[in-house]
């Protein structure tokens, strides 16, 4: 697989802590100072990243209500498109005062773009990276628009093909893109579990040649972690101060403090996977002393024969180990031997054959 990503300093990749970016989207439910709330809780909650979204209501789509226009079914039943965008968008004067908040809390920030003036906007404030959203996969000029900045670009795979992910890094990397993570996604809200598909990922990694992560759209924290022991390099996933307060993405958005628990859970995760041993942990070191082995159990005169009533494969381990047992049994005691004393082959002289 192609090397790390590298974000404002932070490498991204198999070796490396998981990525995970703490998506504001509309949560901050049109105030400002609520988005200040939500930098500030997805640094204490140790995400590495915060992520906006880059467009107004205008350059996303236009006000109208004509067929199309208006959702039918799932979380955003019947309202039309611009109404919805209006309510979610971030302000593009807010911009510069949230990259200049997170920077402070020492929290990467960036967004994801929807036109080539929300880059335009995004470059004045140094942003770090861009994320192509799924829907914006297909985008192949806005893509390509990013990928010039020469800023590594973040794609989520939400709703494509595998022809379309083709497409879409074609363009990346044909637009002098040379750092590129996907994420495998499903963009249901919220996504059923079941339809996770989490064992795509690999398949991506090897197909594309890039560090693949996990966009989440599904209720709490499992599938990320699960995601995390499958490989994924980078996590993704919507969070609010509190779901009760509402907003576009509320539903389906972690509360601060499960944030902090999926972000320690899915470093616990990456932390176990460690490597390939089958060797004695530090850990597991005087738990050796606590198996079977072989131990006295009934006094045994010297010359006496060593028999299953007086000599048996109990804990503690300090004795011979409990495979010698066949070995063990007929032959007589070098001396006399006392209950509870571990067996060693000191203690153990010719069978009766040998003797003979």
């Not at 949230?98 to 920077?103: I, S, T, V």
């Not at 809390?105 to 770090?128: N, Q, V």
């Not at 990320?224 to 994924?232: K, M, N």
């Not at 390939?276 to 045994?300: A, C, Q, T, W």
Request: aromatic share 6%.
């Amino acid at each position: 697989m192609s090397e790390d990503v590298t974000i404002a300093g932070r490498k991204i990749g198999r070796a490396h802590p998981p990525y995970v970016i703490a998506e504001m989207s509309g949560n901050h439910n049109g105030d400002i100072a609520r988005a200040f709330r939500l930098i500030d809780a997805a640094a204490d909650a140790g995400a590495d990243a915060v992520k906006l979204q880059t467009y107004t209501a205008d350059t996303i789509t236009i006000d109208h209500d004509g067929p199309g226009f208006r959702l039918e079914g799932g979380l955003w039943d019947g309202r039309t498109l611009h109404d919805l965008y209006r309510e979610a968008h971030t302000p593009w004067e807010w911009h510069g005062p949230l990259f200049d908040h997170a920077r402070r809390r020492g929290i990467g920030i960036f967004s994801s773009p929807f036109d080539a003036t929300a880059i335009d906007l995004l470059e004045s404030l140094g942003a770090p990276a861009y994320k192509i959203a799924s829907f914006e996969l297909i985008d192949l000029p806005l893509i390509r628009r990013a990928a010039r900045t020469g800023k590594p670009l973040i794609i989520s795979t939400g709703l494509a093909t595998l022809g379309e992910i083709e497409e879409g890094v074609m363009a990346a990397r044909g637009a002098g893109a040379s750092q590129i993570l996907l994420l495998h996604c499903t963009s249901a809200y919220p996504t059923p579990p079941e339809e996770a598909n989490l064992r795509t990922m690999a398949h991506m990694a090897r197909g594309f040649d890039v560090p693949v992560g996990l966009s989440d759209h599904t209720m709490g924290i499992a599938v990320p972690v699960a995601a995390v022991a499958l490989g994924a390099v980078a996590i993704e996933k919507h969070f609010t101060l509190a779901r009760a307060d509402g907003g576009p993405d509320a539903a389906f958005s972690l509360e601060a403090q499960e944030l902090k628990e999926m972000v320690a859970a899915c470093r616990a995760a990456w932390a176990a996977l460690g490597r390939v041993d089958y060797g004695v942990s530090p850990g597991e070191g005087g738990g050796r002393l606590v198996r079977r082995s072989l131990y006295v159990v009934e006094d045994i005169a010297a010359g006496a024969p060593l028999t299953e009533v007086n000599v048996r494969s109990i804990r503690p381990g300090f004795g011979m180990l409990p495979k010698h047992l066949p070995e063990v049994l007929g032959r007589s005691a070098t001396r006399a031997l006392k209950r509870g004393e571990p067996l060693d082959w000191s203690m153990i002289g010719p069978g009766p054959e040998t003797a003979r």
